[in-house]
Nanobody, 124 residues
Framework: QVQLVESGGGLVQAGGSLRLSCAAS????????MGWFRQAPGKERDVVAA????????YYADSVKGRFTISRDNAKNTAYLQMNSLKPEDTAVYYC?????????????????WGQGTQVTVSS
């Protein structure tokens, strides 16, 4: 059983930056593909970024491409989401998720474990 704990959310002005962290425990972190999702009020949960087990391949939603960077440190059992040039429309609860699969996953149905979420609020 893998436990995921997100941190790093908060309130930031438009144009600012935040780095989210997702600390994993209870499993072999390098055996899981990782993803970051977000859910704004009244909207569905959508994928933001994803990374393979090795970190060799990544995916970004069009809305964050060029502004966000997903990474992972398998030695530290931690995944990261660096968010730059934040916009008010990035306001949401951000979740990290772990998948036991070998691929790069964009659907929340492919993920086995989820964190509790961290709030990101971007003011205009």
């Amino acid at each position: 059983q893998v436990q995921l704990v997100e941190s790093g959310g908060g309130l930031v002005q438009a144009g600012g930056s935040l780095r989210l962290s997702c600390a994993a425990s209870g499993g072999t972190f390098s055996s899981y593909a990782m993803g970051w999702f977000r859910q704004a009020p009244g909207k569905e949960r959508d994928v933001v970024a994803a990374v393979r087990r090795s970190g060799s391949s990544t995916y970004y939603a069009d809305s964050v491409k060029g502004r966000f960077t997903i990474s992972r440190d398998n030695a530290k059992n931690t995944a990261y989401l660096q968010m730059n040039s934040l916009k008010p429309e990035d306001t949401a609860v951000y979740y990290c998720a772990a998948s036991a699969g070998w691929g790069l996953y964009l659907s929340d149905g492919n993920y086995n474990y989820w964190g509790q979420g961290t709030q990101v609020t971007v003011s205009s």
